[in-house]
């Protein structure tokens, strides 16, 4: 069964940083892209980043230049680097990937940016 949990998440100030976490079981991790979306306040789930298995990535463009994606194949876990982070940037955090014909997403974690 797959499971994605995410984690580090938090209060920070306008300018800080958070490194998010997403540990994953029951997929063949290396193999997957990977994502991270997000949910900001009163706005639909939006995408942020991915991976590829090869370690390509891409970013949206509200995050370009402060966020980087990267990924761990020996642990099984993608991680989120979040630098000079905002106000606006406050919501949920989630990872994703797809596979055997469905999205599969985590719980989701929460990142709030004070002014």
């Known amino acids: 069964q797959v499971h994605l949990r995410e984690s580090g998440g938090g209060l920070v100030q306008a300018g800080g940083s958070l490194r998010l976490a997403c540990a994953t079981s029951g997929i063949m991790f290396r193999i997957n892209t990977m994502n991270w979306a997000r949910q900001l306040p009163g706005k639909q789930r939006e995408l942020v980043a991915n991976i590829t298995s090869g370690r390509v990535a891409n970013y949206a463009d509200s995050v370009k230049g402060r966020f980087t994606i990267s990924r761990d194949n020996i642990r099984n876990t993608l991680y989120l680097q979040m630098d000079s982070l905002r106000p606006e940037d406050t919501g949920v955090y989630y990872c994703?990937?797809?596979?055997?014909?469905?999205?599969?997403w985590g719980q989701g974690t929460q990142v709030t940016v004070s002014s």
């Open positions: 994703n990937t797809f596979l055997r014909g469905r999205n599969f």
